[in-house]
């Protein structure tokens, strides 16, 4: 995934897990965005949207940044909750 920006990552991490058409009550579209928004809002990525996420090949976003479009990917899709990553951050 390093050819795809910050947005196209956390984009495609939402639509992955948007609820089915009983579950939302926002149009698909909204409800991806607005998770992808809060996530990038909260983890500090709203201004690498249109940056590259890289690899060690591909300028893009730096060390930190990257980490934390994979948290959000986690976040996004379940595998992490926040309350675990939360806990998890402060014992370090």
Do not use: W
């Amino acid at each position: 995934m390093p050819f795809l920006t910050v947005n196209q990552t956390l984009t495609f991490a939402a639509a992955t897990r948007a609820p089915a058409k009983d579950g939302r009550i926002k149009s698909r579209k909204e409800t991806v965005e607005g998770r992808r928004d809060v996530l990038a809002s909260l983890l500090g990525l709203k201004h690498t949207y249109n940056t590259k996420v890289g690899n060690d090949f591909v300028r893009g976003v730096s060390g930190g940044e990257r980490k934390r479009v994979s948290i959000a990917e986690l976040l996004t899709t379940g595998t992490l909750s926040f309350s675990s990553f939360c806990l998890t951050q402060t014992f370090h």
